[in-house]
């Protein structure tokens, strides 16, 4: 299968600065990718899907001014986490698709994010 | 958007016998359906699928068995192992080519006893 590579796994950062995630597919070409949210011992929440070179699509209650995510090449898209709360903490892993592989999507490994 | 609900949360089976788990979708546009297994602390990975003109799909341990008419799905796992033990999800997607969106249900985490 197909290799999603996120960094980093895991960040702690002080609550009001921002935190980058980059989500990248090392040996495909990403023509979609998923961004979820992970709450402990819960379900993977679908947060926004983003197509390369356009705006991403967000999902009903995700604020995009929060969640910056951006899709600039068909290899690399990032989630910029603004002005952290403690209550953004959570585990963000984020998927990736090439239509040649089907509709299979390829997760990456996650990232843990702790606010303080 | 879609809604899809997977039962049972919590699922305990002695080694060797079968584990069933179920989901329901809510959007009748959906034709593809992917079961992910999810082991502590590592990232979800897909096990099986079936597309909404198949009605059933086997692998080896692993079956899933697709009902559009009730607009539910369920996996099946014979003969489990403790390594089956792990947290397993479902999810629903339009699919096709331009199928962007893939929604999760809540998760059961199964836990087989040796």
């Known amino acids: 299968g197909a290799v999603v590579s996120q960094h980093p796994s895991w960040v702690i950062c002080k609550s009001g600065t921002s935190v980058k995630i980059e989500c990248r597919s090392l040996d495909f070409q990403a023509t979609t990718m998923f961004w979820y949210r992970q709450f402990p011992k819960q379900s993977l929440m679908l947060m926004a899907t983003s197509n390369e070179g356009s705006k991403a699509t967000y999902e009903q209650g995700v604020e995009k001014d929060k969640f910056l995510i951006n899709h600039a090449s068909l290899t690399l898209s990032t989630l910029t986490v603004t002005s952290a709360h403690p209550e953004d903490s959570s585990f963000y892993i984020c998927s990736a698709r090439d239509l040649k592989w089907g509709t299979e999507a390829f997760f990456g490994q996650g990232t843990r994010l702790t606010v303080v | 958007g879609e809604n899809v609900e997977q039962h049972p949360s919590t699922l305990s089976v002695q080694e060797g016998d079968s584990a069933v788990i179920k989901c329901t979708y809510s959007d009748s546009a959906s034709n593809y359906f992917p079961w992910y297994k999810q082991e502590l602390g590592k990232r979800p990975q897909l096990i099986i699928d079936i597309r909404s003109n198949v009605g059933e799909k086997k692998d080896q341990r692993i079956a899933v068995t697709l009902n559009k008419t009730a607009k539910h799905f369920s996996l099946h796992i014979t003969e489990t192992q403790p390594e089956d033990s792990a947290v397993y999800f479902c999810?629903?997607?339009?699919?096709?080519?331009?199928?962007?969106?893939?929604?999760f249900g809540t998760g059961t985490r199964l836990t087989v006893i040796p």
């Open positions: 999810a629903a997607s339009t699919g096709g080519a331009g199928a962007n969106n893939l929604f």
